[in-house]
């Protein structure tokens, strides 16, 4: 059974920076895609923020984050990334780390981890 833990969240002042990793157990890394979700408290659903493929490593990111955050992975430690600079108060949510199939055949997520950006 494949597990994902995220870690990196807390609290960061606007214009800050944190990253988050995805740590993932029981699967086959390399044969996943991995993604970041995040969630706010007064949405019902996870927002898509970006991707990055295996093989390939192609990313693609929502448009609300393009040019600050950057995803990334290391198939060696079964770890997914994600660098966010410039943060808003508009990216304060619960990110989550998914991880999937091709064809969706196959797909895990993690607990969340919280991220506040405030002054």
């Known amino acids: 059974q494949g597990h994902l833990v995220e870690s990196g969240g807390g609290l960061v002042q606007p214009g800050g920076s944190l990253r988050l990793s995805c740590e993932a157990s029981?699967?086959?890394?390399?044969?996943?895609?991995m993604s970041w979700y995040r969630q706010t408290p007064n949405s019902k659903e996870r927002e898509f923020v970006a991707?990055?493929?295996?093989?390939?490593?192609?990313?693609r990111y929502a448009d609300e984050v393009t040019g600050r955050f950057n995803i990334s992975r290391d198939n060696l430690r079964s770890t997914a990334y994600l660098q966010m600079n410039n943060l808003s108060t508009e990216d304060t949510a619960v990110y989550y780390c998914r991880a999937v199939t091709t064809g969706g055949s196959s797909n895990y997520w993690g607990q969340g981890t919280q991220v506040t950006v405030s002054s």
């Open positions: 991707v990055v493929t295996s093989p390939g490593g192609y990313t």
């Open positions: 029981g699967f086959v890394f390399k044969d996943y895609h």
